[in-house]
């Protein structure tokens, strides 16, 4: 079970490395997968987003770019401060913007029923509490609004995703190790991803919350999953 002062800390301690290690190690995939959520949002123009765990805000951008107004909370300072700067021109061209503040996934400031998507990207792993956590994705939705959550499965049995696993359990903390000066934090991430639920047992966690129209999608060989549910009108 991840500890949120460790958790913390760690994040804290690669910061700066973050997105450099996030775009070699992934050869640029992990872009095309949080192209993908925005894309199961549908029509953005307007609406109102809450991405969680938002980290250095890259999917915040992201659904910004697209037209939305975004909330991109992050429980570690030195992470969600380096968002801001990352504006890209297109996000004012559609009339998109983001407010980045520093909050708990698990005890949100907003009052129930203001957004009309709720995402967390490579972030739900970490928090103490998943089941809280989309608790509180419900509680913040408008009804029919809609939580999309974006997760390293653990590797199933495909060649790509045994390809996969390799590489994540023995290549990438040592180049993570390298350029962030952090192994530990780079050893956390396939231990974490190990232990995390398959995509049917996920998606019957998001069933049992009580989303509606629950689904899930699986990527690049089962690398990445993205999952969907809708909050019951
Ligand atoms: C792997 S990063 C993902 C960042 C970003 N979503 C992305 O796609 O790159 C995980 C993030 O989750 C944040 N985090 C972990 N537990 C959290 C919690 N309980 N509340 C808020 N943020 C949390 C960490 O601070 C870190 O920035």
Not at 3 to 31: C, E, H, K, W
């Amino acid at each position: 079970m991840p500890d949120p002062v460790q958790v913390r800390s760690m994040f804290s301690r690669i910061a700066g490395t973050y997105d450099g290690l996030n775009r070699g190690l992934s050869m640029g995939i992990d872009q095309r997968w949080r192209r993908r959520v925005v894309r199961a949002a549908g029509d953005l123009r307007g609406a109102r987003v809450l991405d969680l765990c938002c980290g250095t805000g890259d999917l915040s951008w992201l659904f910004a770019r697209s037209g939305a107004q975004v909330v991109g909370a992050d429980f570690t300072m030195e992470m969600v401060q380096r968002a801001p700067a990352k504006a890209p021109a297109e996000a004012r061209a559609a009339q998109g913007g983001v407010t980045f503040v520093q909050g708990d996934a698990q005890a949100l400031p907003a009052p129930d029923g203001t957004f009309d998507v709720a995402s967390v990207a490579f972030g739900i792993r970490n928090v103490l509490d998943p089941e809280r956590c989309l608790q509180e994705m419900k509680r913040v939705l408008r009804p029919g609004g809609k939580a999309l959550v974006l997760e390293f499965p653990p590797p199933g049995r495909s060649p790509v995703a045994q390809g996969f696993k390799l590489y994540f359990k023995h290549v990438l903390p040592r180049i993570g190790g390298l350029v962030s000066g952090d192994r530990d934090a780079y050893r956390y991430l396939p231990r974490t991803v190990l232990a995390w639920p398959k995509p049917d047992a996920f998606a019957d966690s998001m069933r049992a919350v009580g989303f509606e129209d629950v689904g899930f999608e699986t990527m690049t060989g089962g690398i990445a999953c993205l999952h969907w549910g809708t909050r019951p009108a």
